[in-house]
């Protein structure tokens, strides 16, 4: 309403406030602010990373502490080497 000078908003049609809406620049947009600060977030080394990814990270890294796989060193193989370590797993049934 601010920005455009609407007196009326609630007589707006539907496709024009679809059309305000897109073209409205986000810092003036409260709407877009809470979006936007509902999709980021930043993490302690000061990155912005979407929420969605910190709760998979978050997620993950607790699998890895309850499985005392934390910050394990991991190291490459040949299938070969994997099937003479663990005979059970080549096993055919």
Known sequence: MR?????QPL???????LRLLAYLPPEESIFMRIIKHQQ????EDGKAVSRDKIDRVKARDNLRKEHGRDR????KMS???????NPSTGAVT
């Open 3 to 7: 920005t455009y000078g609407v007196s």
């Open 11 to 17: 007589e707006v049609r539907w496709p024009r406030f």
């Open 40 to 43: 980021i977030e930043y993490t």
């Open 72 to 75: 394990r060193p991991r190291q």
């Open 79 to 85: 299938l070969d080497t994997f099937l003479e370590n």
